[in-house]
């Protein structure tokens, strides 16, 4: 890891950062500076030597068409992607100044600094930019776009308790596949699915979708999107009823059980098959398959919070091994996200958190759009691609548009927000920099290492925060310089011998081992030490109160529901640059017999929010009534550049303010040419 940039053909051992949790080890041959082959290694042994389709292609976006090689300041108007070069020097300048000009004028709070995962590693965010930011006294970002409800959920009821990791599924006797699609987002799950499975063990699936693993398993629920808390409280009422409720286990380790049965007593298995769209029977039957199985293990994913009730049905569903006895076996328990198991807080920034006004990511557009005062006059985007990924596509493009403002996009390749930037950056990419992968499937950190020389002029992260940090005249020297200055602080700041053992190659070891066992190896991190399952904080924050259903509103003109989960060509938006097959939209054939459309159709999806034009994909895959476009999909993929976020309502989960990408509502027409 201290060897200098290589020159010569070589094979370099390196992690995959992104925002995926499973963080494959690799193995990245080079020739000629360039990357020519990428292929996972066997150094992380979860991850085993096979790696993504995806990342396999990475080098394309490495050396890519797209790639943005050199600063460059807007020229045309804004979204044409017009600009001209510039040096890092006259581009930091020009940066600094708008800054400084924001602040003087409006206040610190005029700048909002945009980011998520990008690379998703520990040094490409918080680190250089969250000191600018605050030493700017910015507006601060809620990063809520993903996994706000889970980790609202899971923070209150575990306090962040780590999760039983992959290799413990080849344990369980019954697993539950919650609103996860482990067959494109976490695929080096699915072989201990499938050693459990060869051993016996039942496999159940809740998502309104055939996903591969529900094609295979026992019980398939396609329950409506949005509907899982009625399920989860009707399983509860069943253990409450039928004695399944493990009293020693919710006397000793939990309290809130009470509070909890109150609120799922009215969920007959009737009136949650009737909410949910699914027979009855299935309901019990799960609830029965449940109750009777040990070591039963809920995979609970990501699908089931992007909605109104999201945060209340991920709070029902991490409740339900408490309730159900499950813990303190080998293979049973949940998981969710094993991103807290290191305990890692982020002492590098070295820099308290100013008290700014915090503007919620989801709401970029309304923020962009609307009278905030002061408003966002400069807008700095790095690490997300929010035209791409964030809810009202069309309310962030009107706010983009706006010439008032001034936008930075620090990036790797010409994004369609990229379009939109006053001044483009260009970022390095995870293979020619360091990081530290930090998985959160498994329970893995690995050091990043460059394996190429930066491509063309682009710089890494906490180069350029550094930089402009200077210009402003912001720097006091503490702070480290540099990226590799960087990683040694936060290998400095890792807790316990952490850090040591990932800069002499050792295995790092987190408190309560690789593969813990939940209330036997590790504990909830809550105050005492127990399990919360009606936490006062979430019930208050919740807008209908925690575990209080809110129906779906009657939308006569959009009957079908529209969901967007992630496919197996991009990471987020990450990759969606590579050309592909063309989008469609997935649709049962009941509903496109309705409609009297044909496979292939041109067809245009809308609501009150925008439309989208693209083909017609007919399949018995999804449940009728509901349609899926793919997440992450650029503006080129559809006939009228607009993708599934067009469609999707700004409006928040009822627990964490997260997005609701999986609540939007449409009607689907021909287009006729
Ligand atoms: N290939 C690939 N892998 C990825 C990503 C990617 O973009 N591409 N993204 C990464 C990131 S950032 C994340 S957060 C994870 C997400 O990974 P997952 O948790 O798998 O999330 P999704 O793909 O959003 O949706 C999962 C499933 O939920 C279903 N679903 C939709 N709505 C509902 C609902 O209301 N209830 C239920 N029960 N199911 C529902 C969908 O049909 C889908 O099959 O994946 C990570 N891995
Ligand atoms: N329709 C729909 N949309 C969704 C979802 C959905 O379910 N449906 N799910 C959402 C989810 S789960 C998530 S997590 C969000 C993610 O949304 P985003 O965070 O916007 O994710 P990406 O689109 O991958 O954008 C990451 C960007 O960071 C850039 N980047 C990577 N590394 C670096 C770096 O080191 N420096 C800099 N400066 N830039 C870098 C990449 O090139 C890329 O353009 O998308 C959400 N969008
Ligand atoms: S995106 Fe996920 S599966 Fe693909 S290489 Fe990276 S960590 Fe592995
Ligand atoms: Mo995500």
Redesign the pocket.
């Known amino acids: 890891m201290s060897s200098p940039r290589p020159k010569h053909d070589r094979s370099v051992e390196t992690a995959c950062p992104l925002?995926c949790p499973d963080s494959c080890s690799l193995r990245v041959t080079t020739s000629a500076g360039k990357v020519t082959a990428l292929d996972g290694s066997t150094r992380n042994p979860v991850t085993a030597g096979f790696i993504c389709s995806k990342v396999r292609q990475f080098g394309e976006r490495v050396h890519g068409a797209a790639r943005v090689l050199h600063p460059m300041v807007r020229v045309g108007p804004k979204g044409n992607a017009a600009f001209s070069r510039v040096t890092w020097d006259e581009a930091i300048d020009l940066v600094a100044g708008r800054l400084r000009e924001a602040r003087d004028t409006f206040g610190g709070e005029s700048i909002l600094p945009f980011c998520?995962?990008?690379?998703n590693g520990l040094l490409?965010q918080d680190a250089a930019d969250a000191r600018l930011f605050r030493r700017l006294g910015a507006s601060r970002l809620a990063r809520n776009?993903?996994a706000a409800p889970t980790s609202a959920a899971l923070g209150a009821l575990y306090g962040r308790m780590p999760s039983t990791t992959y290799q413990d599924f080849a344990h369980a006797r019954l697993i539950v596949i919650w609103g996860a699609n482990p067959s494109a987002t976490s695929i080096h799950l699915v072989p201990f699915v499938q050693a459990a499975r060869k051993a016996g063990a039942k496999l159940v699936v809740v998502d309104p979708r055939v996903t591969p693993l529900a094609r295979d398993a026992d019980l398939h629920l396609p329950v409506k999107p949005g509907t899982d808390l009625a399920v989860a409280l009707a399983l509860h009422r069943h253990l409450f009823e039928s004695g399944g409720a493990d009293q020693a286990f919710l006397s000793a380790h939990a309290d809130g059980a009470e509070a909890l049965r109150e609120r799922a007593a009215e969920w007959t298995f009737e009136r949650a098959a009737a909410e949910a769209g699914v027979q009855a029977a299935l309901i019990r039957e799960f609830a029965e398959l449940y109750a009777a199985s040990s070591p039963a293990l809920i995979r609970c994913g990501?699908g089931l919070e992007?909605n109104r009730n999201g945060g209340s049905a991920a709070a029902a569903v991490l409740a339900l091994p408490a309730v159900a006895g499950k813990f303190g076996v080998r293979g049973g328990g949940f998981a969710l996200s094993n991103s807290g198991a290191w305990g890692i807080e982020r002492r590098w920034i070295g820099e308290p958190e100013p008290d700014t006004r915090v503007i919620n990511m989801n709401h970029l557009g309304r923020t962009l759009t609307g009278d905030l005062r002061p408003p966002v006059k400069v807008l700095f985007v790095?690490?997300?691609?929010?035209v791409?990924?964030?809810p009202n596509q069309n309310l962030v493009l009107r706010g983009l548009e706006r010439t008032d403002l001034f936008t930075v996009v620090?990036?790797?390749?010409m994004?369609d927000t990229a379009a939109y930037a006053d001044v483009v950056l260009p970022?390095?990419?995870?293979l020619e920099g360091y990081d530290i992968a930090r998985a959160y499937g498994p329970i893995a950190l690995q050091v990043v290492q460059p394996v190429v020389d930066a491509v063309g002029e682009s710089r890494?992260?906490p180069e350029v925060f550094g930089q402009l940090l200077a210009a402003l005249g912001l720097d006091d020297g503490q702070g480290p310089q540099g990226e590799l200055e960087t990683l040694l602080e936060v290998l400095s700041c890792l807790p316990g011998t952490v850090g040591d053992d990932l800069r002499n190659q050792r295995q790092p070891m987190p408190p309560g081992g690789l593969a813990p066992v939940q209330f036997a190896d590790v504990f909830p991190g809550t105050p005492d030490g127990k399990a919360h399952l009606f936490p006062e904080a979430l019930d208050r924050a919740s807008s209908q109160g925690l575990y209080r259903y809110l129906p779906e509103p009657a939308a006569a003109d959009y009957p079908l529901a529209l969901i967007?989960?992630?496919t197996d060509r991009t990471?987020?938006?990450?990759l969606g640059e590579l050309p592909g097959v063309e989008t469609a939209l997935v649709m049962h054939p009941l509903d496109s017999r309705a409609r009297g459309l044909e496979e292939g159709a041109s067809v245009r999806v809308f609501n009150d929010l925008g439309e989208v034009v693209c083909g017609l994909s007919i399949e018995p895959t999804v449940r009728p009534g509901t349609v899926a476009l793919p997440?992450?999909l650029w503006r080129a993929a559809t006939k009228n550049r607009a993708?599934?976020?067009a469609l999707?309502p700004d409006t928040l989960s009822d627990v964490g303010a997260g997005?609701c990408?999986?609540d939007a509502r449409v009607q689907v027409v021909r287009v006729v040419d």
Do not use: I
């Not at 970022?427 to 995870?430: D, K, M, R, V």
């Open positions: 925002d998520y995962g990008g690379s490409t776009v993903c990501w992007r790095y690490n997300s691609n929010p791409a990924t964030l620090f990036d790797q390749v994004t970022a390095t990419t995870f890494p992260n967007s989960p992630a990471v987020n938006s990450t997440k992450g993708t599934a976020t999707v997005a990408f999986n």
